[in-house]
């Protein structure tokens, strides 16, 4: 059963991408909103401010990206900005495009998601656009909105205004502006997804999932485990998920998904404790401890799970081998 490990996977991709200090928030602005697709399954959003400051985060960060989101980061730098300065917040927004072509898609379960990058900050627009005509970089004009090459990365991006940038592959940015310009429709008209961002995004990171999301995200936590009746029996009443990570006192992970149903939530509940209850018993002693520091319970209509531990248990965490093996 892959329940640790895929809570594990979760847990570092969001620490790699987070501050070890940080008391800001990763908010969205509203032009932010605005190039985000209605499709959207996944919300990633990241105080890219704390990131810089943490050197145990920027470290694990290296070793942990992802290869799309290195890729972005490279093409980022390149474009002229000073990632370090320019950057105050980051987001990643995984949705279903109209056309299954878009570059930068991922899987998930049987359905491919395109991958479009938001950031937000006070960028030197001017310096950034002479930097690309002294490279002869030339404009993409979609009605008007300019799309510029990252240089030979095959991404490009788009000034929404002087505090927001859309970026990524050519058709998914594209995707992003039809969006923004009422052409399909947005985030803004998505009411599940806006509603549970409201309780997250006063967080320095933070992720919403829709139902689909959220069914694969929980189905490959619970690994085996997903495949009992009772899981199947609760599948369909999943609606949406939220998590977000904080590290002013230890490391802490909240996460939430919300079934609309209290005896569905109750249901969930065991079927996750059972699975722990099997991995404590049979799994080794790293991943007995990290079980350990892990509760889950309902609230009403809501699964809550919940990792709480110090700063120096989860650096021992970080190095088993079961953390090494993901790292490799």
């Given at each position: 059963m892959n329940f640790l490990k895929s809570y594990v996977i979760a847990s570092i991709a969001m620490l790699m991408l987070a501050g070890a200090a940080s008391v800001q928030a990763a908010q969205l602005s509203t032009d932010a909103r605005t190039v985000i697709p209605h499709e959207v399954q996944q919300l990633l959003a990241i105080d890219y401010r704390a990131m810089q400051n943490s050197p145990a985060a920027m470290n694990l960060r290296e070793r942990m990206m992802p290869p799309e989101l290195k890729q972005f980061d490279e093409a980022l730098r390149k474009s002229g900005l000073n990632d370090s300065h320019d950057v105050d917040q980051l987001a990643f927004a995984l949705f279903r495009p109209q056309s299954t072509s878009a570059r930068g898609s991922s899987q998930a379960g049987d359905e491919p998601l395109a991958s479009v990058g938001i950031a937000q900050g006070q960028f030197p627009v001017e310096e950034i656009l002479a930097g690309f005509r002294k490279q002869k970089l030339k404009a993409t004009v979609v009605r008007t909105n300019?799309?510029?090459?990252?240089?030979?990365?095959?991404?490009?991006?788009s000034f929404v205004d002087a505090s927001t940038m859309v970026?990524?592959?050519?058709?998914?940015?594209?995707?992003?502006?039809?969006?923004?310009?009422g052409v399909t429709p947005s985030l803004l008209t998505n009411t599940p997804m806006m509603d549970a961002m409201k309780s997250m995004d006063t967080q320095p990171l933070w992720s919403v999932l829709d139902q689909k999301g959220t069914e694969f995200m929980v189905h490959q936590l619970l690994g085996?485990?997903?495949s009992v009746t009772d899981?199947?029996?609760?599948?369909?009443?999943?609606?949406?998920?939220?998590?977000?990570?904080?590290?002013?006192?230890?490391?802490?992970?909240?996460?939430?998904i919300e079934t609309g149903d209290n005896f569905i939530a109750t249901t969930l509940s065991s079927i996750f404790n059972a699975a722990i209850a099997v991995r404590k018993m049979t799994g080794p002693e790293v991943e007995k401890q990290a079980l350990a520091a892990t509760t889950v319970h309902s609230n009403l209509s809501n699964l809550e799970i919940q990792f709480v531990s110090s700063e120096d248990?989860?650096?021992?965490?970080?190095k088993s081998s079961l953390f090494q093996s993901v790292l490799a």
């Open positions: 300019k799309i510029y090459p990252m240089g030979k990365t095959g991404m490009v991006l970026f990524g592959y050519s058709d998914v940015v594209k995707a992003a502006l039809d969006a923004r310009d085996n485990a997903g899981f199947e029996s609760v599948r369909k009443h999943l609606q949406s998920c939220r998590y977000g990570m904080d590290f002013q006192h230890g490391v802490r992970l909240s996460l939430s248990e989860f650096a021992s965490l970080l």
